[in-house]
């Protein structure tokens, strides 16, 4: 599309080269207790850790995580929750809530309702908010998200999970306040990708893949890789993932770089299980192959082959799950979530994304961390 930027950048075809170089099938045990043997893992003892292989070893796997979760970020765990500002988008991405296709009830929130939920979230000692929309330019303008950045920067850290931005509005949006950027591929399998994403501006993939390079060329502090675990093949998504990361990691030393592991979760209209297969083209199922396991065997090799890098342990999780991995792999976590607009103070003005698992508010998962004799940091950096 003509507005998109392209920027001069070797990762996307690196980035495949060498996830696509493995056979997960081909690993062995050996090859396992050879990559937990290994200061620095390499992209073979990733997707080694990653193979049907590594399951039987988990505990040894988690050992081995858990020790460099500690040694990398101590006890502490950061909060953060989202606050949805806009549910209006154009594409049509079969697995999700807001769907163009979803007759739902759309909305955005005006500059009342923005500082009204602000400070509700705030109340509650968070520091740390990350503001979404879906992906319509035109009821979600980059005006209206640059306004909503500059209320939040007087509460929070203020993180984007928005549309791919070019590096000019990126620029802008990081002027107002904004300091990290969130973007998932949802599936690196370009054939998966086009059949996934059937309508919208979500189709380019590679502008999709671009955006967190062009968010740190536009000074923003950190970015957030992921896939949406079930949609392709999670093994070779994961895998894609990390490189991804640590191809960012090497070009752009200096920022922060992490992950979110999500995996594909019901919504109110669910179209992924409807009995006409309307938007079910391939037969994507919850969280195909994605068990809690996988989901924990993806978690710890990322720890392992990026031991410096956050990982954010979605609401989409049960409790129990997410108490699990604390201290053991993730890092961050979301607590007094709402996935509607608003919510808050005011009633929802626009449906939810996908169901939450996990609903706990901001005291209640303090007090699982404190439980788990880990410590909940609020805000993890400052500003000089
Ligand atoms: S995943 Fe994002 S882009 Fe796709 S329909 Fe949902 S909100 Fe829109």
């Excluded at 920027?7 to 207790?33: N, W």
């Amino acid at each position: 599309m003509a507005y998109m930027e392209q920027i001069d950048s070797p990762l996307l075809p690196e980035t495949l080269a060498v996830a696509g170089a493995f056979d997960f099938a081909a690993f062995t045990a050996a090859d396992v207790y050879g990559a937990l043997g290994r200061e620095q893992l390499r992209p073979v003892d990733l997707a080694a850790l990653l193979s049907p292989a590594a399951l039987p070893l988990l505990e040894y796997v988690a050992e081995r995580a858990q020790a460099a979760t500690v040694k990398h970020f101590g006890a502490a765990v950061t909060l953060f929750t989202p606050l949805y500002i806009a549910n209006y988008c154009e594409n049509e991405c079969v697995y999700c809530g807001f769907n163009c296709r979803n007759k739902i009830r759309r909305g955005r929130l005006n500059e009342t309702e923005l500082a009204d939920e602000m400070e509700n979230i705030a109340s509650t000692g968070l520091k740390e908010i990350l503001l979404l929309t879906g992906e319509a330019r035109r009821q979600a303008d980059l005006d209206y998200i640059g306004r909503a950045v500059a209320m939040a920067r007087n509460y929070f850290t203020v993180g984007l999970e928005i549309y791919p931005l070019n590096t000019d509005e990126y620029a802008y949006l990081h002027k107002m306040g904004a300091d990290f950027v969130s973007v998932f591929q949802e599936t690196y399998d370009p054939e998966i990708y086009a059949t996934a994403h059937r309508r919208g501006p979500k189709r380019v993939y590679a502008y999709r893949f671009h955006a967190q390079e062009r968010a740190l060329r536009a000074g923003m502090r950190g970015v957030a890789v992921g896939a949406l675990l079930g949609l392709g093949d999670h093994r070779r998504d994961a895998l894609t993932a990390a490189v991804h990361a640590a191809l960012l990691q090497k070009h752009y030393p200096g920022a922060e770089i992490s992950f979110s592991v999500p995996r594909l979760r019901p919504y109110a209209r669910d179209t992924l299980t409807d009995k006409a297969g309307l938007n079910d083209p391939r037969g994507f199922r919850l969280g195909a192959g994605v068990g809690e396991r996988e989901l924990l065997q993806v978690m710890l090799a990322f720890r392992l082959f990026m031991p410096f890098a956050g990982i954010t342990v979605s609401s989409r999780e049960r409790a129990g799950f997410r108490d699990h991995v604390l201290g053991l792999c993730a890092t961050k976590v979301s607590a007094g979530v709402k996935v509607g607009v608003g919510g808050r103070t005011l009633a929802e003005k626009g449906d939810g994304q996908f169901e939450i698992a996990d609903s706990r508010g901001v005291g209640a998962m303090r007090a699982a961390i404190r439980t788990r004799g880990l410590q909940p940091v609020f805000k993890d950096h400052v500003y000089v």
